[in-house]
C-alpha cells in the first residue's frame, strides 16, 4: 500500500503540473490577444501624422545669405509641420524657375514658397498658381506694392515676407556715425565714400545704398561718393571692385559701404592686400551678419554689418504658407527687422551669453 500510494502521489503530482501549465497558459495567452485586439481596433484607421507637400524654388543656390535661408526653411518645415519639402535651384534662370512651378503643381503641391530671379516676373507666378489653386508666399525678393494691392483686392491666397531693406542702409549709415570720426578719418569735414552695390535694378540694392548714405548726411556729415559698382552680391566681384576703388582713389577713400556681407568680406581682402589697416584708415560696413563677417567685426576689421533674419524670415514664411493652405487668412506682407551689429553689440552678447 505503502508502494502504491507514493506512485499515485507521484500521479497526480504530474497530472497536477501539467494542468498548470496547459491549463492556465491559454488563458494568458487569450488575455493577451485580448489586449492585443484592444490595441488595434485602437488605432484603426489612425495614419501615420503627415504634414503639407511644399515646393520651392531658390533664385541661386551660390548665394550666401540664401544658403543659410532654405536650409532653416526646409528644416522648420519638416520639424514644426512635417512637411515634403521639394527645394530646387533656379540657377538665375527666370524660365528655369517657371518651369518649376508648373512642375510643382503637376507633382500635386500643396503650397509653394518663391524666392523669385525676378521680381517682374512675380505677376505670372502669381497667376498660374492661382488658376491652380496653390498657395503662394514669395520670400526676400519683395514684389511690387502694386503687385500686393492686386492679391489684396482680390483676396488671393498669396503673400510675401521679406525686410525693408531702407531699414537696413539707415542701420549702416548709423553704424558709421556711431564711430569716433563718424568715418570722417582725414578729418576734414567730409566722408569720402565708395559703394558696393548688389544687383542693378533691385529694390533691396536701390534702398540700402540710398538710406545709408542719407543717414549719415541726417546725421550732420557732409559725404563725397567717389564711386559706386554692381558687385551683384558675390564675394570675388567685391573684392574686384575694392581693389579697383583703392587703386584709383587710394587714401582718399575713407569708407567702403556694401550692400552685403559677401561683398563686405571680398572687400576686407583687396584693402588688406593693398596695405591699408581695416578698422584704422578706412571703414567696412555690409547687410546679413555672416558667420565670417561677425568674426572681423570682433577682430576690428570690419565695422559692423545688420543683421538679416534669414531664422526669422523662414519661420515667418513657412507659418504663413500652412495658414492658407489651412483656409486661413493671412495678412499680404510680412516684415521682419534687422538688427545692427557691431563690436560692442556683439561683446554684449557675448557677455549675457556668459
Known amino acids: 500500500?505503502?508502494?502504491?500510494?507514493?506512485?499515485?502521489?507521484?500521479?497526480?503530482?504530474?497530472?497536477?503540473?501539467?494542468?498548470?501549465v496547459h491549463g492556465c497558459a491559454p488563458r494568458e495567452q487569450a488575455e493577451d490577444t485580448r489586449e492585443s485586439s484592444k490595441s488595434e481596433a485602437g488605432t484603426e484607421g489612425v495614419r501615420e501624422e503627415r504634414g503639407p507637400k511644399i515646393g520651392v524654388s531658390i533664385y541661386r543656390y551660390d548665394d550666401t545669405f540664401m544658403k543659410l535661408y532654405r536650409s532653416q526653411l526646409k528644416q522648420y518645415l519638416e520639424e514644426t509641420y512635417h512637411a515634403e519639402v521639394i527645394m530646387r535651384n533656379a540657377g538665375g534662370d527666370q524660365e528655369e524657375q517657371n518651369r518649376q512651378?508648373?512642375?510643382f503643381i503637376s507633382d500635386g503641391c500643396d503650397g509653394i514658397i518663391v524666392n523669385p530671379v525676378e521680381v517682374s516676373a512675380a505677376a505670372g507666378l502669381v497667376?498660374?498658381?492661382?488658376?491652380?489653386?496653390?498657395?503662394?508666399?514669395?520670400?526676400?525678393?519683395?514684389p511690387k506694392e502694386e503687385e500686393q494691392r492686386r492679391w489684396h483686392e482680390n483676396n488671393m491666397a498669396v503673400s510675401c515676407v521679406g525686410t525693408d531693406s531702407r531699414q537696413a542702409g539707415t542701420y549702416q549709415g548709423e553704424i558709421i556715425l556711431e564711430l569716433p570720426d563718424k568715418g570722417d578719418i582725414n578729418g576734414d569735414g567730409v566722408v569720402s565714400y565708395a559703394m558696393l552695390m548688389g544687383e542693378e535694378g533691385n529694390e533691396d540694392s536701390r534702398y540700402r545704398t540710398e538710406y545709408s548714405v542719407k543717414a549719415l548726411e541726417e546725421g550732420g556729415m557732409k559725404t563725397e561718393k567717389l564711386f559706386s559698382g554692381n558687385g551683384d552680391w558675390s564675394k570675388d566681384k567685391g573684392k574686384k571692385l575694392a581693389q579697383e576703388v583703392l587703386t584709383t582713389y587710394g587714401s582718399r577713400i575713407e569708407v567702403i559701404f556694401c550692400n552685403n556681407d559677401?561683398?563686405?568680406?571680398?572687400?576686407?581682402?583687396?584693402?588688406?592686400?593693398?596695405?591699408?589697416?581695416?578698422?584704422?584708415?578706412i571703414y567696412l560696413v555690409g547687410?546679413?551678419?555672416?558667420?565670417?563677417?561677425v568674426k572681423y567685426i570682433k577682430e576690428g576689421k570690419i565695422a559692423g554689418t545688420v543683421l538679416n533674419d534669414h531664422e526669422g524670415q523662414s519661420q515667418t514664411a513657412a507659418d504663413t504658407l500652412t495658414k492658407m493652405i489651412d483656409g486661413e487668412d493671412v495678412d499680404t506682407r510680412y516684415l521682419v527687422d534687422y538688427i545692427k551689429v557691431t563690436a560692442i553689440s556683439t561683446f554684449q552678447t557675448l557677455k549675457g551669453e556668459d
Not at 1 to 20: N, P
Not at 264 to 277: D, F, H, K
Open 1 to 20: 500500500m505503502r508502494r502504491f500510494s507514493k506512485r499515485m502521489f507521484v500521479f497526480f503530482l504530474i497530472l497536477w503540473t501539467v494542468f498548470l
Open 101 to 103: 512651378i508648373s512642375q
Open 262 to 281: 559677401s561683398m563686405a568680406n571680398g572687400a576686407l581682402e583687396a584693402v588688406e592686400e593693398a596695405g591699408r589697416v581695416p578698422g584704422k584708415d
Open 287 to 293: 547687410v546679413d551678419a555672416l558667420q565670417d563677417t
Open 127 to 142: 497667376n498660374t498658381c492661382g488658376q491652380a489653386g496653390i498657395p503662394l508666399v514669395f520670400i526676400n525678393r519683395e
